[in-house]
Nanobody, 119 residues
Framework: QVQLVESGGGLVQAGGSLRLSCAAS????????MGWFRQAPGKEREYVAS????????YYAVSVKGRFTISRDNARNTVYLQMNNLKPEDTAVYYC????????????WGQGTQVTVSS
């Protein structure tokens, strides 16, 4: 059973940085795509970034490209989201998610971590 546990959220001023972590357990993730999503109050959940665990290829939403970096540490079974130059519109609950590469749907989710960016 896949378990995903996020950490690292908090309150930061605009222009600041945070690093989110997602500790993954329950299976080998070499054939998985790991993603970060976020949901702001009153808005739908949106895709942020993803990484293929086996080769490290990354993908980003246009809104965060150049500011956020997704990475993974194989030894720690952890996925990171480094967020720089944060903006108030980045305020949201951030969720880690996982799916098999051949799947069309993320079916494993963490509990989320709150990120608040003050202006």
């Amino acid at each position: 059973q896949v378990q995903l546990v996020e950490s690292g959220g908090g309150l930061v001023q605009a222009g600041g940085s945070l690093r989110l972590s997602c500790a993954a357990s329950g299976r080998t993730f070499s054939s998985y795509l790991m993603g970060w999503f976020r949901q702001a109050p009153g808005k739908e959940r949106e895709y942020v970034a993803s990484i293929r665990w086996n080769d490290g290829i990354t993908y980003y939403a246009v809104s965060v490209k150049g500011r956020f970096t997704i990475s993974r540490d194989n030894a720690r079974n952890t996925v990171y989201l480094q967020m720089n130059n944060l903006k108030p519109e980045d305020t949201a609950v951030y969720y880690c998610a996982a799916r098999r590469i051949e799947s069309n749907e993320y079916n494993n989710w963490g509990q989320g971590t709150q990120v608040t960016v003050s202006s």
